[in-house]
Structures are given as structure tokens and as C-alpha cells.
């Protein structure tokens, strides 16, 4: 790997703290989320009205071994990188990385909180907090702001807010409190975010049923299906007509991986092609797979069929990310991971998944 190369993460992780939400509306300050340590779950971050506390030893592994995996952490063992910005800025350093787009761990266990009012108020302070980690060095820390959108006309001055702490994009509940996502009663939240150049980002976990659904058989099977989420959403989005009402909208699914893309868009096109007269669908102007070729970006860590792959990819909408500190993160080994998925890809390919498509997304200066 050439020193020089420019690479950025494409979605990378805070571990919150306590202190996180500790600037949240009064009204919730007493059920804002608490750090606590269990001596067989390790470090949790406790969240009212939700039975399952966050495990932040389990979920910010922070490069420990796949066999520490589900020993008890404690605070002060979780990694500073994922809530102290200058400690942070120094692991960029080691990985080679020139920046990070930010997503949050807890905010994801937050998308579906069942009180509206409690999650937008956690997601503000969040947002607050991550303005101020994300100031220490602007080009480098970039976070995504995150939305609760328990109304249209909140969630909107929700997208003004992100837009004016400084976010270059903004992260949505996978699954949403009023209608579903392709619900014409969401166009002023797509419009906002065309005109305010707000991407808009689904990360997987974030859609009700990920953390419980149900699954069959051993219990890693769960591990394996989180992509399934997304997939719904880009299908939902795409067979909604969002993208013919907004052409200028982008859409990002994060951490689902990207080698499955050629034969999902197979499959909508021949859902497309062979039964839309019989099962109802908006009114597309062109083939799904096409909708989704241009609007929809895609993150990746490991996935090595990415490589074998690339001629039936749209190349300018892949990204690869770190998802530093989580479990599945490639730290600290992300120089022979980015050469093992990168293998035999053009300088071009490279480049593009690498830095420049990221790049031009969020507008990173390099």
C-alpha cells in the first residue's frame, strides 16, 4: 500500500458514553441513558423502556480477538479512540486513514425506542456531542447527524438543525413511526434533504425485528441476516417511486455488505419485468436496477465477492469503511484487509472505493 494513498472510511463508529447524552432536554434527564457494569454482561449503557441494555464491551470490540468476543469489558477497557477525538485522530494515523464518516453504536439501539419524544431528545444531545468531537479536526471527524423524524414537520427542522451543527449528511430510523418510508407524506423530508445536500444513510440494526426478529436454527445465523433490514428499505424505496418524485436524492446502505447487489438487482428486475401488472408497485420510469445503480451507495469492510463482482457494479457508488471500533471492524488490521478485497481491481477501482466516491459524496477535502 503506497503511504501517499488517500483513504477514508466510509462508516466508522462512536462508542458512546454516559456523558454523551449528559446535555439532554431536562424533561428526560433523569431517564437519560446510564452507564452501569454487570459482572457477566461487562459495560452497559442502561436506556429506559428498552429491556435489551446496550453491551458496549461486545458491541466496541476495539480490535480484541474474535475469541475475547462476549467476555465481560469494563469501562475504562472499551477503547478511548471511540469517544476521546484526539486519541481517535491518532488510531487514523496508524491505519493509514485521512478520515472517518461517523455513525453512532447506541443511536442505532435508539432508531426504535417506542417514545418518540425520549428518542428525538437522545438523538439531539447526540447530535450536540458529536459536533463538538467532530471540531477537533473538521476534514478528518465527519459525522452524520441523526434524525428521529417523530413528525414530518419536526423531522424536517430536525434536517435544518443537522445541517447547521456542521453534518454533511444524516443517518434515519430504519424503521419509521408514521408511515413507511415510500409514504408520499415523507416527500417534504426528501426534498429537505436534496436542497439542504444531506445524504441520506440506513445502517443496518437500526429497523425494528434486527436486534429480536426471530431466526432458525443455531443463533450465529442471526449475525449473518442483519443485511436484511436494508435490503428492504432500498427495495421499498426504489418500487415506491422515491427516486422518480426525487432524482437528486442518495441514499446510503451502510455496513450490508455489497457483492449480493448484482443478483438483487436481477431479482427486482424480473419482479419487475414479469409481475408488476399483478402486484402493485408505483409507476417506474425505468428498471429497478437501474434506480438503484445511481441512487443507492454501498459500504463494505471484508466482503471479498466485492472483487469478483465489478464489472456488474456501479463502481462510483462502493465505499469501503473500517466500522472501527465495532466487532466486525477490520482494525488494527485494515492495511492487509484492504489489499486482500481490493485484489485485483484496477487503480481506478481502487481509488474509487478507497476515497474518491466518499470524497465526493460528503465533500472531503483531500
Known sequence: MDASEQIISADSHIAETEEVFADIDPKYRDQRPRAIYDEQAGALLAIPDIDLKVPMGLLC??????????????????HPAGYDPKVRLEIQDQEGLSAEILYPSVGMVLCNHPDGGYKQACFAAYNRWLAEFCATDPERLIGQGVASLRTIEEGVRELHEIKALGFRGVMLPGTPDIEDYHHPCYDP???????????????ILTSKGDFDGPIRGPVIIYQIVTVRGNQNIMMMLIFGGVFDRFPDLKVVCVEADAGWVPHFNFRMDHAWERHRWHLPAADLQRLPSEYFNEHIYLTFQDDYSVQHVTDALNMQRVMWASDFPHSDGTYPHTREIIESVTRGMTDTQRSAILCDNVAALYDVAL
Open 61 to 78: 470490540t476495539g480490535g480484541r480477538p474474535p475469541q475475547e468476543f462476549g467476555k465481560p469489558v469494563r469501562w475504562e477497557e472499551i
Open 189 to 203: 423530508i426528501w426534498q429537505a434533504c436534496v436542497d439542504l445536500e444531506l445524504p441520506v444513510s440506513f445502517h
